[in-house]
């Protein structure tokens, strides 16, 4: 299983970034996780097949997952960025498959 995520930058307090997370294989299940410095990694979000998907409270509203089956990717809709959304972004298929981190800052 290989994972690939892609899409980080800089941008200002207030915009947007899409994550891309490629994947090898048919999942039934990605997590994107972030962490920031000096602090755990935390679960961001979840979809599930059939689409249904969870958020963490303090992106509920902001960020969306949605996948794309003929491309094998994962995306993550990040809008309305805030400077503490800044952190190492990170898609995982559990148990124990990670992809290799993509930096977001959010700065003016």
């Known amino acids: 299983v290989q994972l690939q995520a892609s899409g980080g930058g800089l941008v200002q307090p207030g915009g947007s970034l899409r994550l891309s997370c490629a994947v090898s294989?048919?999942?039934?299940?990605l997590d994107w996780y972030r962490q920031a410095p000096g602090k755990q990694r935390e679960l961001v979000g979840t979809i599930e097949s059939g689409g249904v998907t969870n958020y963490a409270d303090s992106v509920k509203g902001r960020f969306t997952i949605y996948g794309d089956n003929f491309k094998m990717t994962v995306y993550l809709q990040m809008n309305s960025l805030k400077p503490e959304d800044t952190a190492v972004y990170y898609c995982?298929?559990?148990?124990?498959?990670w992809g290799q981190g993509t930096q977001v800052t959010v700065s003016s």
């Open positions: 294989v048919t999942v039934r299940r």
């Open positions: 995982h298929i559990p148990p124990s498959f």
